[in-house]
C-alpha cells in the first residue's frame, strides 16, 4: 500500500506478435505488433494475456508476452 491507501502500481504491459520461427523470439514484422495494454498489477495483465492467447490459438506462430515494466523502471525494487 502506498501512503494514499491505494495498491502499489506495479505496471505490466501485454504485447504480441507473429514470430518467424518457433525457437526464437524474432517478431516477422515488427509494425504488426499487437499492443494489448498496460496494466496496473501482475493479475490484470494475466487476464488480458490469457484473452489473447486464448483468441489466437490456432496460430503456432503468434506469442503475447507480459513484461513487468515496474522491475525496468525500478531495477532496485523487490516487488
Not at 506478435?17 to 496494466?39: P, T
Request: proline share 4%; net charge negative; glycine share 6%.
Amino acid at each position: 500500500m502506498t501512503e494514499t491507501g491505494k495498491p502499489k502500481q506495479l505496471l505490466h504491459l501485454v504485447f504480441g506478435g507473429e514470430l518467424e520461427n518457433l525457437q526464437d523470439v524474432q517478431f516477422r514484422d515488427l509494425n504488426a505488433l499487437d499492443i494489448v495494454g498496460i496494466y496496473p498489477d501482475y493479475a490484470s495483465a494475466l487476464t488480458a494475456w490469457k484473452s489473447k492467447a486464448q483468441m489466437t490459438v490456432d496460430n503456432a506462430h503468434m506469442r503475447y508476452f507480459i513484461v513487468h515494466m515496474h522491475r525496468l523502471l525500478n531495477p532496485d525494487d523487490k516487488n
